[in-house]
């Protein structure tokens, strides 16, 4: 979760994160001063997030913080989300990441397809 910290594309690729978000709040809270601590959150039924748009981008890429491992799938909604600070606080506070910034810049498409969905269109 940490890769939308600090990257212009935050609002794109946080709708269903920031939905997590919301929903583990207090969670995170609880993990927030320990290290090494696992904590059963429960099932979050996808069905349940509100995009405002239906629509949405997926493709393959990367991971946006080391080892950028490949194959990662990403979906990316047409709606702006935004977090808050305090929620990005919680979020590193919880991971126990300490730097400044860690997102790595844009990466090249790479000739990878970029495939718009739509979920009400006869052709999907």
Not at 28 to 36: N, P, S
Not at 81 to 97: F, G, N, P, S
Request: aromatic share 6%; glycine share 4%.
């Amino acid at each position: 979760m940490g890769s939308i910290a600090n990257s212009k594309r935050i609002n794109f690729k946080s709708c269903f994160r920031l939905y997590l978000l919301l929903q583990i709040e207090d969670d995170l809270k609880a993990l927030a001063h320990t290290k090494g601590v696992e904590r059963n959150i429960g099932v979050i039924d996808p069905k349940q997030v509100k995009l405002g748009s239906r629509k949405y981008y997926r493709y393959i890429g990367s991971l946006t913080v080391p080892p950028c491992t490949q194959d990662v799938v990403w979906t990316i909604v047409r709606k702006v989300r935004t977090v808050t600070r305090e929620q990005m606080k919680l979020i590193r506070e919880a991971v126990h990441d300490e730097s400044e910034t860690n997102s790595r810049p844009v990466q090249a498409a790479n000739k990878r397809p970029i495939r718009l969905y739509r979920p009400n269109d006869p052709k999907e």
